[in-house]
């Protein structure tokens, strides 16, 4: 659920509040109660709710994936090329 960034040009209170896209946006101010709370230009930020989402998934953990093993140079030398050439 998406998470926007809303401030009351009033009073210059900021809040941030999670909302659905199809909702209606929050324009009375929770603090002052003008309907001057507008959202502002921000980055996007979002929550993942519901089972099987875990704060700690995609950190930087071990992934499973091996790194690739670096080639010898025997079998990084095209078939063509001599001992002898510049490109070793």
């Known amino acids: ?27 009375a101010c929770p603090e002052c109660g003008k309907e001057t709370f507008a959202k502002q230009v921000s980055a996007p930020s979002f929550q993942l709710t519901g089972s099987g989402w875990y704060a700690t998934d995609f950190k930087g953990g071990n992934s499973g994936a091996k790194k690739p093993e670096p080639a010898s140079e025997a079998s990084a030398a095209p078939a063509a090329c001599g001992t002898g050439c510049a490109c070793h």
């Open 1 to 27: 659920m998406p998470i926007y960034d809303y401030q009351c040009t009033s009073c210059g209170h900021k809040a941030e509040v999670m909302r659905k896209i199809s909702a209606a946006s929050v324009e």
